[in-house]
């Protein structure tokens, strides 16, 4: 996931704008999390609605006021807006803890086009390894609320590092998703092969 934004500067939505601009920061701040791209603009209408929609989607899994432990979930605001002043009134609508590039940053056209967006709003998710989870989750997010993030957690294999331990992580972390329907096909493999086996002695 990081490796999207080394050498970028990513800002946070609080008072003083802090800066994410070195790599150890993005890393820690982006590693093992589901990252969610939102592209909008003030100009757009369906934009303005949706806004008061994802930041309360978004502070209900990730503010300690609703969840016990924060959701493992990035929201970074990519502004499409004609102006630095529209692009601030979208970003005063969004929770604290939201990210963001600079309006002078062209980088944002570069993931507008990266991503392929053709509508607003836009949410892209993408997995920690940057693969793209939904290409546009706006009608789910609307739909099922925060009930969509365990789809999200489980689909992209996110790693709770909460409740496991040095070992379990890296034992974890060596399997892959198909795991579990390679070891069902070697296991009837197996038993095929026990029961020719068995057959054989039998003759």
């Known amino acids: 996931m ?15 704008q802090d800066e994410l601009d070195t790599e150890r920061e993005i890393v820690t701040h982006l590693q093992n ?23 309360d989607f978004f502070e209900r899994l990730t503010d300690e006021f609703y969840v016990d432990r924060s959701a493992q979930l990035v929201l970074l605001y990519i502004s499409l807006d004609p102006s630095e002043e529209q692009q601030e009134n979208v970003l005063k609508e ?16 570069e993931l507008e086009d990266m991503f392929n967006v053709k ?3 836009t949410v892209v998710v993408l997995r920690p390894d940057c ?20 789809n999200w957690q489980e689909a992209a294999e996110l790693l ?22 390679r070891r069902l096909k070697y296991k009837v493999k197996d038993d095929k092969k026990r029961k020719k086996e068995q057959k054989r002695g039998w003759d």
């Open 33 to 55: 999390r589901i990252l969610m791209l939102f592209f909008a603009s003030a100009a757009c209408e369906r934009c303005r609605r949706f806004v008061p929609e994802l930041g």
């Open 160 to 181: 709770d590092r909460n409740f496991m331990s040095t070992e379990d992580f890296q034992d974890k972390s060596t399997r892959s998703f198909t795991d579990p329907i």
């Open 94 to 109: 969004l929770p604290k803890k939201c990210l963001f590039l600079a309006y002078e940053d062209p980088y944002r056209g």
């Open 2 to 16: 990081a490796d999207l934004f080394v050498d970028r500067v990513l800002l946070k939505n609080n008072r003083d």
């Open 119 to 121: 509508e607003l709003p």
């Open 131 to 150: 693969s793209i989870l939904i290409p546009n989750a706006v009608d789910e997010i609307l739909r099922l609320g925060p009930d969509c993030y365990l």
